[in-house]
């Protein structure tokens, strides 16, 4: 079976063109984030991808006033919750907006998978990162670390789930062989510079997929 690839943090025009070939494109408001896009961006942006590559907003413990704010000129086909928000939080963006949820599960340690659990009725996929680094201005995520990906080898969950953290053109193979992940995820793999993507890795990273 082939391994979906979503490119998250997309910003420029020559990112998207890149990553047209992707299964899911996602884009960042969250404001301390190097790849924050306003909504208009956003919206401009994913007009130049095909249609059948799947659109994500990435957002992280956002009030309803702030995401109402967005879907009011961009609306995503999946939002990406990643932060504290607790199932219930889930559940109710998910009715409020009648968009699908992914949920992102921070992971460092193998008890770390079990929040997962608590998510199965509430979201409609997950996702698997490396938590935050202890230390100042690190981000929820895109901070190019990874976990062990032998804690989601045989592991199965009632939803669709992405693999995240760490990502490059040079060590997803390796990633895709070790966790057996369907989807994986890549933001800061694939730029030159904080928040600058690089059409290349970009390509590098989607043909080291396909080939895994």
């Known amino acids: 079976m082939t391994t979906a690839a979503k490119i998250c943090g997309l910003n420029s025009v020559s990112a998207v063109e890149a990553a047209s070939r992707a299964d899911f494109a996602g884009f960042v408001f969250f404001a301390r984030s190097p790849r924050c896009v306003t909504r208009e961006q956003a919206r401009f942006l994913a007009s130049r991808l095909p249609g059948r590559v799947r659109r994500v907003a990435l957002v992280v413990d956002i009030d309803d006033a702030a995401l109402d704010a967005i879907l009011t000129v961009f609306r995503p086909d999946i939002l990406q919750l990643h932060g504290a928000e607790t199932p219930a939080r889930v559940a109710e963006i998910r009715t409020r907006t009648g968009i699908a949820a992914m949920k992102v599960i921070g992971v460092t340690e193998p008890g770390d998978l079990d929040a997962a659990n608590a998510y199965l ?92």
């Open 121 to 212: 009725d509430v979201a409609d996929r997950l996702m698997f990162d490396a938590k935050p680094p202890k230390r100042a201005g690190a981000l929820p995520g895109g901070n190019a670390v990874s976990f062990d990906w032998k804690l989601l080898a045989g592991r199965t969950w009632a939803r669709p789930w992405m693999l995240a953290g760490g990502l490059t053109p040079s060590n997803v193979a390796a990633a895709i062989a070790t966790s057996g992940a369907p989807a994986v995820d890549v933001s800061s793999g694939v730029e030159s510079g904080p928040g600058r993507k690089s059409p290349r890795l970009i390509r590098r990273f989607l043909a080291a997929v396909r080939a895994a």
